[in-house]
Protein backbone atom coordinates (compact mmCIF):
# COMPACT_ATOMS: atom_id res chain seq x y z
CA UNK A 1 0.00 0.00 0.00
CA UNK A 2 0.85 3.44 -1.24
CA UNK A 3 0.40 6.19 1.41
CA UNK A 4 0.59 9.60 0.22
CA UNK A 5 0.44 12.78 2.25
CA UNK A 6 -0.65 15.87 1.62
CA UNK A 7 0.96 19.04 3.41
CA UNK A 8 -1.56 21.87 3.50
CA UNK A 9 -0.12 25.25 4.27
CA UNK A 10 -0.94 29.04 4.28
CA UNK A 11 -0.48 30.77 1.61
CA UNK A 12 -1.10 34.65 1.03
CA UNK A 13 -1.10 37.09 -1.61
CA UNK A 14 -0.31 40.49 -0.91
CA UNK A 15 -2.33 42.87 -2.53
CA UNK A 16 -0.83 46.39 -4.37
CA UNK A 17 -1.78 48.66 -1.84
CA UNK A 18 -4.08 51.43 -3.34
CA UNK A 19 -3.08 54.92 -4.26
CA UNK A 20 -4.33 57.01 -1.36
CA UNK A 21 -3.60 60.03 -3.91
CA UNK A 22 -6.62 62.08 -4.96
CA UNK A 23 -7.02 62.63 -8.23
CA UNK A 24 -8.76 65.10 -11.18
CA UNK A 25 -8.44 63.14 -14.28
CA UNK A 26 -9.40 65.64 -17.45
CA UNK A 27 -8.21 66.11 -20.94
CA UNK A 28 -7.38 68.73 -23.44
CA UNK A 29 -7.10 69.39 -27.23
CA UNK A 30 -4.80 71.92 -29.21
CA UNK A 31 -5.23 73.49 -32.45
CA UNK A 32 -3.27 75.67 -33.95
CA UNK A 33 -3.89 77.70 -37.67
CA UNK A 34 -1.41 77.59 -40.21
CA UNK A 35 -0.70 77.54 -43.86
CA UNK A 36 -0.21 74.97 -45.98
CA UNK A 37 3.53 74.85 -47.14
CA UNK A 38 3.28 71.83 -49.50
CA UNK A 39 1.23 70.92 -52.47
CA UNK A 40 0.25 67.00 -54.20
CA UNK A 41 -0.94 67.03 -57.36
CA UNK A 42 -1.65 64.40 -59.54
CA UNK A 43 -1.51 64.07 -63.07
CA UNK A 44 -2.64 61.15 -65.48
CA UNK A 45 -2.21 60.23 -69.06
CA UNK A 46 -4.68 58.11 -70.94
CA UNK A 47 -4.35 57.02 -74.31
CA UNK A 48 -6.31 54.83 -76.30
CA UNK A 49 -5.37 52.42 -79.03
CA UNK A 50 -6.89 48.70 -80.43
CA UNK A 51 -3.91 47.32 -80.08
CA UNK A 52 -2.72 47.34 -76.29
CA UNK A 53 0.70 47.63 -76.59
CA UNK A 54 0.64 50.51 -79.21
CA UNK A 55 -1.28 52.04 -76.34
CA UNK A 56 1.28 51.17 -73.52
CA UNK A 57 4.05 52.71 -76.08
CA UNK A 58 2.33 55.63 -76.93
CA UNK A 59 1.33 56.48 -72.81
CA UNK A 60 5.17 55.48 -72.27
CA UNK A 61 6.32 58.06 -74.03
CA UNK A 62 4.05 60.90 -73.00
CA UNK A 63 4.66 60.19 -69.41
CA UNK A 64 8.60 60.42 -70.41
CA UNK A 65 7.76 63.87 -72.00
CA UNK A 66 5.96 64.77 -68.62
CA UNK A 67 8.38 63.61 -66.18
CA UNK A 68 11.40 65.06 -67.90
CA UNK A 69 10.08 68.70 -67.95
CA UNK A 70 9.11 68.51 -64.54
CA UNK A 71 12.57 67.23 -63.89
CA UNK A 72 14.25 70.26 -65.81
CA UNK A 73 11.71 72.77 -64.00
CA UNK A 74 13.40 71.89 -60.91
CA UNK A 75 11.55 69.30 -59.53
CA UNK A 76 13.53 66.62 -58.07
CA UNK A 77 13.15 63.07 -58.47
CA UNK A 78 11.92 62.13 -54.93
CA UNK A 79 9.26 64.19 -55.41
CA UNK A 80 7.61 62.08 -58.27
CA UNK A 81 6.22 58.89 -58.57
CA UNK A 82 3.75 56.64 -60.26
CA UNK A 83 0.42 56.77 -57.97
CA UNK A 84 -0.96 54.01 -60.38
CA UNK A 85 -1.04 52.03 -63.88
CA UNK A 86 -4.25 50.81 -65.57
CA UNK A 87 -4.64 49.06 -68.60
CA UNK A 88 -8.70 49.05 -69.59
CA UNK A 89 -10.28 47.15 -72.27
CA UNK A 90 -13.56 49.01 -73.53
CA UNK A 91 -15.96 46.71 -74.81
CA UNK A 92 -18.59 46.86 -77.76
CA UNK A 93 -22.06 46.31 -77.14
CA UNK A 94 -25.11 44.71 -78.78
CA UNK A 95 -28.16 46.64 -80.17
CA UNK A 96 -29.70 45.99 -77.14
CA UNK A 97 -26.79 48.09 -75.09
CA UNK A 98 -25.61 44.84 -73.09
CA UNK A 99 -21.71 44.89 -72.73
CA UNK A 100 -19.94 42.59 -75.11
CA UNK A 101 -16.99 40.46 -74.37
CA UNK A 102 -15.69 41.80 -77.67
CA UNK A 103 -12.64 44.69 -76.85
CA UNK A 104 -13.58 47.66 -78.84
CA UNK A 105 -9.98 49.41 -77.61
CA UNK A 106 -7.81 49.44 -74.59
CA UNK A 107 -7.03 52.34 -72.79
CA UNK A 108 -3.97 52.50 -70.65
CA UNK A 109 -4.08 55.18 -67.76
CA UNK A 110 -0.72 56.07 -66.19
CA UNK A 111 -1.19 58.44 -63.00
CA UNK A 112 1.61 60.80 -61.98
CA UNK A 113 1.88 62.51 -57.62
CA UNK A 114 4.38 65.06 -57.91
CA UNK A 115 4.82 67.07 -54.53
CA UNK A 116 5.95 70.45 -54.42
CA UNK A 117 7.70 72.51 -51.58
CA UNK A 118 6.65 75.92 -53.07
CA UNK A 119 2.84 75.84 -53.29
CA UNK A 120 2.32 79.07 -55.49
CA UNK A 121 3.74 76.87 -58.41
CA UNK A 122 0.99 74.23 -58.25
CA UNK A 123 -0.67 75.88 -61.06
CA UNK A 124 2.35 76.52 -62.80
CA UNK A 125 3.30 72.55 -62.61
CA UNK A 126 -0.15 71.42 -63.86
CA UNK A 127 0.04 73.52 -67.20
CA UNK A 128 3.78 72.22 -67.64
CA UNK A 129 2.86 69.08 -67.32
CA UNK A 130 -0.25 68.90 -69.68
CA UNK A 131 1.86 71.20 -72.62
CA UNK A 132 4.21 67.87 -72.20
CA UNK A 133 1.45 65.65 -72.49
CA UNK A 134 -0.48 64.76 -69.16
CA UNK A 135 -4.46 64.54 -70.51
CA UNK A 136 -6.15 64.67 -66.88
CA UNK A 137 -5.69 66.54 -63.44
CA UNK A 138 -6.93 63.87 -61.11
CA UNK A 139 -6.29 65.77 -57.98
CA UNK A 140 -5.24 69.16 -56.03
CA UNK A 141 -3.96 68.98 -52.46
CA UNK A 142 -2.46 71.43 -49.62
CA UNK A 143 -0.83 69.90 -46.55
CA UNK A 144 2.38 70.67 -44.39
CA UNK A 145 6.05 69.52 -44.75
CA UNK A 146 7.17 67.04 -42.12
CA UNK A 147 9.16 69.95 -40.35
CA UNK A 148 6.01 72.01 -40.31
CA UNK A 149 4.10 69.26 -39.15
CA UNK A 150 6.75 68.60 -36.22
CA UNK A 151 6.67 72.39 -35.40
CA UNK A 152 3.03 72.98 -35.23
CA UNK A 153 2.34 69.50 -33.37
CA UNK A 154 4.67 70.92 -30.61
CA UNK A 155 2.85 74.21 -30.67
CA UNK A 156 -0.29 72.34 -30.40
CA UNK A 157 0.73 69.92 -27.88
CA UNK A 158 1.11 73.07 -25.33
CA UNK A 159 -2.01 74.25 -26.05
CA UNK A 160 -3.71 70.90 -24.93
CA UNK A 161 -1.97 70.66 -21.80
CA UNK A 162 -3.05 74.21 -21.08
CA UNK A 163 -6.75 74.04 -21.45
CA UNK A 164 -6.25 70.65 -19.49
CA UNK A 165 -4.47 72.27 -16.46
CA UNK A 166 -7.02 75.75 -17.03
CA UNK A 167 -9.80 72.58 -16.55
CA UNK A 168 -7.97 71.27 -13.73
CA UNK A 169 -7.82 74.44 -11.99
CA UNK A 170 -11.30 75.24 -11.98
CA UNK A 171 -12.55 71.97 -10.84
CA UNK A 172 -10.41 71.55 -8.27
CA UNK A 173 -11.39 75.20 -6.92
CA UNK A 174 -14.96 74.32 -7.14
CA UNK A 175 -14.62 71.74 -4.97
CA UNK A 176 -12.42 73.16 -2.52
CA UNK A 177 -9.18 71.40 -3.49
CA UNK A 178 -5.79 72.76 -4.47
CA UNK A 179 -3.65 70.96 -7.45
CA UNK A 180 -0.21 70.05 -5.71
CA UNK A 181 1.22 67.43 -8.75
CA UNK A 182 0.85 65.78 -11.85
CA UNK A 183 0.36 61.90 -11.78
CA UNK A 184 0.21 60.40 -14.85
CA UNK A 185 0.17 62.25 -18.56
CA UNK A 186 -0.77 60.94 -21.78
CA UNK A 187 -0.23 62.30 -25.28
CA UNK A 188 -2.83 61.46 -27.81
CA UNK A 189 -2.09 61.47 -31.81
CA UNK A 190 -1.96 64.80 -33.69
CA UNK A 191 -3.90 65.31 -36.83
CA UNK A 192 -2.95 67.16 -39.89
CA UNK A 193 -5.26 67.06 -42.84
CA UNK A 194 -5.57 67.51 -46.67
CA UNK A 195 -7.04 70.40 -47.87
CA UNK A 196 -8.41 69.53 -51.48
CA UNK A 197 -9.20 72.26 -54.06
CA UNK A 198 -12.08 70.39 -55.39
CA UNK A 199 -12.88 72.56 -58.28
CA UNK A 200 -9.92 70.54 -60.12
CA UNK A 201 -10.71 67.06 -59.62
CA UNK A 202 -11.15 64.64 -62.44
CA UNK A 203 -10.84 67.84 -64.87
CA UNK A 204 -9.60 66.70 -68.56
CA UNK A 205 -7.46 68.79 -70.10
CA UNK A 206 -6.14 68.28 -74.22
CA UNK A 207 -2.60 67.46 -74.03
CA UNK A 208 -0.33 70.38 -74.76
CA UNK A 209 -3.10 72.82 -74.11
CA UNK A 210 -2.24 76.33 -73.52
CA UNK A 211 -5.24 77.24 -71.61
CA UNK A 212 -3.64 78.32 -68.42
CA UNK A 213 -5.04 76.67 -64.87
CA UNK A 214 -6.71 79.06 -62.48
CA UNK A 215 -5.24 80.22 -59.44
CA UNK A 216 -5.42 77.85 -56.92
CA UNK A 217 -6.22 79.11 -53.24
CA UNK A 218 -4.24 77.35 -50.33
CA UNK A 219 -6.49 78.50 -47.63
CA UNK A 220 -5.62 77.72 -43.89
CA UNK A 221 -4.79 74.39 -42.35
CA UNK A 222 -5.49 73.18 -38.50
CA UNK A 223 -3.02 70.90 -36.79
CA UNK A 224 -4.65 69.45 -33.58
CA UNK A 225 -3.31 66.86 -30.78
CA UNK A 226 -4.74 65.66 -27.42
CA UNK A 227 -3.59 64.84 -23.99
CA UNK A 228 -5.13 63.36 -21.14
CA UNK A 229 -3.61 64.33 -17.65
CA UNK A 230 -4.19 63.13 -13.90
CA UNK A 231 -3.35 65.59 -11.84
CA UNK A 232 -3.00 65.05 -7.56
CA UNK A 233 -5.07 67.17 -5.51
CA UNK A 234 -5.47 68.27 -1.65
Do not use: W
Request: glycine share 6%; hydrophobic share 40%; proline share 3%.
Amino acid sequence: MVLCAAVIGNVTAQLPEESRDKLIHVSGTGKVTTTPDEAVVVFAVETENTDVKTAQQQNAERMDAVVNALKRAGIPEKDIRTAGYNIIPVTESDSRGLTTSKVKYYRVVNSLEVTLNDVNRAGEIVDLAVENGANKVNRFSFTLSDAKQQQFRSQALTAAVAQARGDADAVAAAIGKTIVDVKEVNVGGSYVPMVYDTRYNMMEKAAGSAVATPPLEVGEIDVTATVSISYIIS
